[in-house]
């Protein structure tokens, strides 16, 4: 699939140190690559198209964006694969209730968010692979985890997954088992469904049904399962073991512990990732933002509006990635003045000298990316020049390129 077009990144003079971030399934921050890889590969759950992007899918995509940035920064070449959930109920749901087709919504919303993503300063993917894409290889690792006797098929004719077969489930959340089959019933899971082997088993692959579509695979006629989609983009584009899997905290599980563990079955390989690392999510008026609750705040309504997308991205940086963080225009208000000083002090032609700038914001995102650390450096920065001036010419134009490449925040303009 087509993915959008890269904003420039400005180079930087030297490197900063090693970048670690907090691994879900140890809970403790680990280093992102080995001290002498020359490349880092990343795999982050991307949308699923049935409506427009909203600020919680543009703090998560903003997040794992700082990542590829930081890892740029330090002269790795980055492999990075985002999916697009182009086929799945939800899709079926909302064009039956608008009358339209699912393939014409899922393109629809797929090229809204495109515009965002550009809109917003995120990197591209290398890879950007709808499920439709990969359903030719997903029913060849279905068939092949029949083979292995990590799948079986049930009397309905869709084929389930036997959590039981792989010994690392369970490691990535380390949730326990009442709690599985909480997030399994709440999240797209069937642990109620009879004939299944485990109440946790998820669906691999979707018997062909009235009104839905279908595909001519390996494994038989009909259509992937959520989880082994992801799965299979990551192996196919990424290889068998991956550095980071990111995606919201609402994807620990069963997304990432049932996508790690069909990994880990077809491959033999634990654990599928280096880090499991996932963002906190963002609400309005106390609760989740989600499309089943309606409160959502969509990227390109505020764009619409005349609000400058480097404000909203300031805006989703101010706290930490890992905190449940709450949208309000207060919060908008106070990036929008804040990014108005910035601005402001890198167009001034001398300023106090960014040297020291450079070295700390590159310390606070290597530091499972202190964004609140990092910000309040630039605003030292920013006071002192404003307030006192500043004698070095070449400050403005080092500061513009460090909050530029590595925060991704324009100050040109
Ligand atoms: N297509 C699947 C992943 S394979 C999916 O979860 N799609 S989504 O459209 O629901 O979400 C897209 C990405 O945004 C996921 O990484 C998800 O974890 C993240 N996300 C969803 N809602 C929020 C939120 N309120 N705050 C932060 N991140 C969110
Ligand atoms: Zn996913």
């Known amino acids: 699939m087509e993915s959008w077009t890269a904003p420039h990144v400005p180079a930087l003079p030297g490197h900063g140190p090693a970048l670690r971030l907090h691994d879900t399934a140890t809970g403790e921050p680990r280093e992102t690559v080995a001290p002498d890889a020359e490349g880092a590969t990343m795999y982050v759950c991307g949308i699923t198209p049935y409506d427009a992007t909203h600020l919680g899918h543009a703090a998560t995509m903003i997040t794992f ?9 330090q002269g790795l070449d980055v492999n990075y694969a985002q999916n697009v959930t182009d086929v799945d109920e939800p899709l079926f749901e909302r064009a039956e209730r608008d009358g339209t087709d699912w393939q014409v919504l899922g393109l629809r919303e797929t090229a809204l968010y495109r515009e965002d993503m550009e809109a917003l300063g995120v990197l591209p993917p290398r890879h950007y692979i709808g499920a439709v894409e990969s359903v030719p290889s997903v029913g060849k690792a279905v068939a092949q985890l029949l083979a292995k006797g990590a799948a079986y098929r049930h009397d309905s004719g869709d084929v389930y997954y036997a959590v039981e077969s792989e010994p690392g489930f369970g490691s990535e959340s380390n949730y326990d088992r009442e709690t599985m089959l909480r997030y399994a019933r709440e999240r797209g899971g069937d642990p109620d469904r009879e004939g ?6 998820p669906v691999l692959w979707n018997a062909p049904r009235d009104g839905e579509p279908s595909w001519e695979t390996e494994v038989g006629p009909g259509r992937p399962g959520w989880h082994i989609e992801c799965t299979c983009i990551a192996i196919d584009y990424l290889g068998e073991q991956i550095d980071v899997q990111g995606g919201g905290s609402d994807l620990i599980y069963p997304h990432h512990e049932m996508s790690a563990a069909h990994a880990q079955s077809l491959t033999g390989k634990r654990p599928f990732a280096n880090a499991y690392v996932h963002t906190g999510m963002i609400g309005l008026d106390g609760e989740k933002m989600s499309k089943s609750l309606g409160n959502l705040v969509f990227v390109s309504k505020l764009r619409a509006e005349g609000v400058d997308p480097a404000a909203v991205r300031l805006a989703l940086l101010a706290q930490h990635y890992r905190s449940d963080r ?11 003045l804040r990014l108005g000083r910035w601005r402001e002090a890198a167009s001034r032609e001398l300023a106090v000298p960014a040297g020291a700038v450079l070295t700390a914001v590159r310390e606070r995102l290597a530091d ?3 964004t609140p650390g990092a910000l309040s450096v630039i605003d030292a920065w920013a006071e002192e020049t404003l307030s006192a001036g500043g004698e070095d010419p070449s400050a403005p134009a080092l500061a513009r390129d460090t909050i530029g490449g590595l925060l991704g925040i324009d100050c040109t303009r």
């Not at 949208?327 to 990036?335: C, D, G, I, P, Q």
Request: net charge negative.
């Open 65 to 73: 964006d700082l990542v590829h940035r930081y890892w740029l920064d």
């Open 368 to 370: 499972d990316l202190d």
């Open 326 to 336: 709450q949208w309000s225009a207060a919060v908008l208000a106070e990036a929008e």
């Open 196 to 201: 299944k082997r485990d109440p946790l088993d």
